[in-house]
């Protein structure tokens, strides 16, 4: 595998420091790269390899912040060996990842939580014998004369949760165990928002929910998007990709079949690319914004 | 959190929703959901924060109860009812002379059940808690007979047996090893370390060795006077009692919720009260003939001493929150970026640490260390106790206050069943007993809580 040299993987390293720093401060030269200026997150060609199977092959993506990016595929598409190239679990083999208009190197989830990426997982990311303020605070606890201060950690959590208007949560000093799962998710999504991640990526955030669970997790999505940062979603229920998506990238055998605003596909030309990486169905009135891409790859 | 603190504490709710069209949308749903989670919530929440009144508490705290989440309760009523038991077979039972006895017997198996549940909480055991103990033990007591001074003795004490249940913690993150391999090698090891070190501190003496310190022997053998045990029983409850008080109080200054303040009272009222009757008895004279022996013995201020700084470490420092999220789910303490090893490591050595206090109060309590000392039988003791005392054997749950009533039951049984003449057949077979019931009360009520 491709992976960077020792040289390279110090300077990725510094490069993610170096990043860091200035997203805090009102520094002029890395500072909001919103709607104007390039995208937060920009993949070049990227590309990732294991032994002879091609599970990512040139793919370009923008992800922009403020908005939501849903990624779509098949099984084995390659959606989660892109995300977790994103969010640093794995290199890819190949192509570059542009964060804030700088090239990063993400070599473990560490350096990723630094730039602010943050990955939600349903049930990787929170601790059932905690409550939600000691989940949320998790690894950022307030700490005054050495003992953790559990009355600023509490009001922060509660406010970070009122903006996200998470209401069906009575006590914040409920026991995550007790949770249903969409207030887990929006829990974890919390989390994220609360640790000032800039790219919030969710998987699959509405698998294994009920009716009601499904719909408090989507309306979270679009008022996470709405504070500013990133967000990209995988998910396989094209009906909430289309209720929150900004934006939407199609997957297919490894390959980006068609990216573009979300308003430019319907359902049956999404599931056309998902199914056979083409579709002769896209509106094309005004899709000019949406890019298709390697049209009927091969197996 | 830059957005959070500029929209102000006092009205978060009304504040944080800036789009009204959000809100309502997200409304209905959330109200359904809202009526039918209220009901799972009592079952769930603690009642310290969602209770207005004491009525309500106490409906929301049997409510707790009943779905599993029991806290101290199964304990101290199993504990309550051992007491009536043998107060009914042996009028002696709460008399001063057996009670003492009985705190001084307990002492170590309470302590021994607190360093277990340092590393329970972490999902792992160390079966060499009781060796580790005697060997401590054994350095100070070489040390003292050496006439080095106490602090060095003690202090050198206590970092062995710290250092050595680190070590298997070290061994058990970096190679990656369970818990109960490596402490097993720790017990074998512990063992024989034990009868060498035994020899060599005391040659010729028949594998034992003498613990000559008064202040040492005063831990178990001496009491407080009479009027330090009030001085004492009080300034305890006081503390406690502000403490609980001020902590209510900053609460709900700052808008967040807090326990009733009659929950609060009624809590510091209980308190006070078992102070009292523990005081009243230990004051009587348990002299025989014309000695007077009164007062509460001074194990009783260092197992007090120790489990107000182990709860405090457990649960209002970040190493504390650190274990039990581990415990809890160490995928996500990881992903928080915690440094798992360094906090595993820590807790072995806290259970070594206080594993090696243990040690010093057996050692204050027999007089000697000696090669007789069952570190097999008393690290399940040590198990029992913490496990009794509601701690989870798969990490993540568990208080020092229940490794201390579970430390209780067990020397009470010893204590009651020695008391009516019964062998050590029987006290092994009610411990059995005792340990099952615990484990089954506890399992069926979580049982019981989760949502089929």
Avoid at chain 2, 104 to 121: R, S
Avoid at chain 2, 189 to 214: E, H, K, V, Y
Avoid at chain 2, 353 to 375: R, V
Avoid at chain 2, 393 to 405: N, T
Wanted: glycine share 12%; net charge neutral; with cysteine.
């Amino acid at each position: 595998m491709a992976t960077p040299s020792q040289g390279d993987a110090g300077k990725g390293a510094r490069s993610a420091e170096a990043d860091r720093a200035p997203t805090g401060s009102p520094s002029p030269s890395a500072g909001t790269a919103d709607a104007d200026g390039q995208p937060l997150l920009r993949l070049r060609g990227i590309g990732k390899r294991f032994g002879p199977v091609q599970a990512l092959i040139d793919i370009n993506l923008d992800v922009p912040a403020g908005k939501v990016t849903a990624l779509v595929g098949d099984n084995g598409a390659g959606k989660s060996t892109l995300v977790k190239s994103i969010a640093g679990i794995w290199q890819p083999s190949s192509g570059e990842i542009i964060w804030n208009g700088k090239r990063v190197h993400l070599h473990s989830p560490r350096d990723a939580t630094a730039l602010g990426i943050a990955t939600v997982y349903q049930d990787l990311a929170l601790a059932d014998n905690l409550d939600i303020v000691q989940n949320m605070m998790l690894g950022h606890e307030v700490v005054r004369h050495g003992l953790l201060d559990e009355i600023t950690m509490e009001k922060t959590a509660k406010a970070t949760l009122a903006d996200l208007a998470v209401t069906t949560v009575r006590s914040v000093r409920q026991v995550v165990g007790s949770l249903s799962g969409g207030q887990r998710q929006a829990v974890a999504v919390a989390k994220a928002v609360m640790q000032e991640a800039q790219l919030v990526i969710m998987d699959e955030p509405t698998a294994a929910l009920g009716v009601s669970q499904t719909e408090l997790v989507l309306s979270l999505i679009t008022r996470l998007a709405e504070r500013g940062p990133a967000v990209l979603v995988i998910s396989h229920n094209l009906n909430d990709v289309f209720r929150v998506a900004d934006r939407i990238a199609v997957l297919y055998l490894g390959r980006l079949a068609a990216v573009g605003p979300a308003a430019e596909f319907d359902p049956a030309s999404v599931v056309d690319l998902m199914t056979t990486g083409t579709s002769s169905r896209l509106m094309n009135g005004n899709g000019e914004n949406v890019t298709l891409r390697g049209s009927g790859s091969e197996g | 959190m830059t957005q959070t603190e500029g929209s102000g504490a006092p009205e978060p709710t009304a504040g944080g929703v800036p789009d009204s069209s959000v809100a309502v949308s997200a409304e209905p749903e959330g109200g359904q959901a809202h009526a039918q989670e209220t009901a799972a919530l009592a079952a769930t929440a603690s009642p310290d924060l969602i209770a207005n009144s004491l009525g309500e508490y106490a409906q929301i705290w049997w409510r707790r109860v009943r779905g599993g989440e029991s806290g101290a309760l199964p304990v101290v009523i199993g504990l309550i009812v051992i007491v009536v038991y043998f107060q009914v077979r042996s009028s002696l039972f709460l008399s001063a002379g057996n009670l003492v006895n009985l705190i001084t017997q307990a002492a170590f198996i309470v302590t021994f059940g607190m360093a277990e549940v340092f590393v329970l909480l972490l999902g792992e055991i160390d079966l060499s808690v009781g060796y580790n103990a005697a060997l401590g033990a054994v350095i100070t007591l070489w040390m003292l007979s050496s006439n080095l001074p106490l602090w060095l003795a003690v202090v050198t004490g206590l970092a062995f047996s710290a250092a050595f249940a680190g070590l298997e913690g070290v061994i058990i993150t970096r190679l990656r090893l369970p818990s109960f391999v490596v402490t097993l090698a720790g017990y074998l090891g512990g063992f024989g370390l034990l009868l060498a070190l035994i020899d060599l501190a005391a040659p010729g003496a028949g594998g034992t060795i003498r613990l000559s310190d008064n202040v040492l022997l005063a831990i178990e053998g001496g009491s407080m006077s009479v009027a330090a045990s009030w001085i004492v029983m009080i300034a305890a409850v006081a503390l406690t009692g502000a403490y609980m008080v001020t902590r209510d109080a900053r609460r709900r200054a700052n808008n967040l919720a807090a326990p009733p303040a009659s929950v609060t009272f009624l809590k510091i009222a209980l308190m006070a009260v078992a102070g009292v009757i523990v005081v009243l008895i230990c004051s009587q004279n348990r002299g025989v003939g014309f000695t007077v022996v009164e007062g509460v013995p001074w194990v009783v201020l260092v197992v007090l001493v120790l489990l107000v700084a182990w709860t405090i470490l457990l649960n209002r420092t970040r190493l504390g929150r650190y274990i039990y999220a581990i415990g809890g789910n160490a995928e996500a303490a990881r992903r928080a970026g915690i440094n798992l090893s360094r906090i595993r490591v820590t807790a072995f050595a806290l259970c070594g640490l206080t594993a090696g206090i243990t040690g010093i109060i057996y050692a204050s309590n027999l007089g000697s260390m000696s090669n007789n000392f069952n570190g097999g039988q008393y690290v399940l003791y040590a198990v029992a106790a913490a496990v009794i005392g509601g701690t989870s054997l798969f990490g993540g749950r568990g208080r020092m206050l229940g490794a201390v009533l579970g430390g209780l039951v067990v020397g009470v049984i010893y204590n009651g069943l020695t008391l009516l003449g019964l062998g050590a057949a029987a006290q092994y077979i009610w411990t059995a007993l005792v340990l099952l019931a615990a484990v089954v009360v506890d399992s069926l009520a979580r049982r019981g809580s989760t949502p089929t």
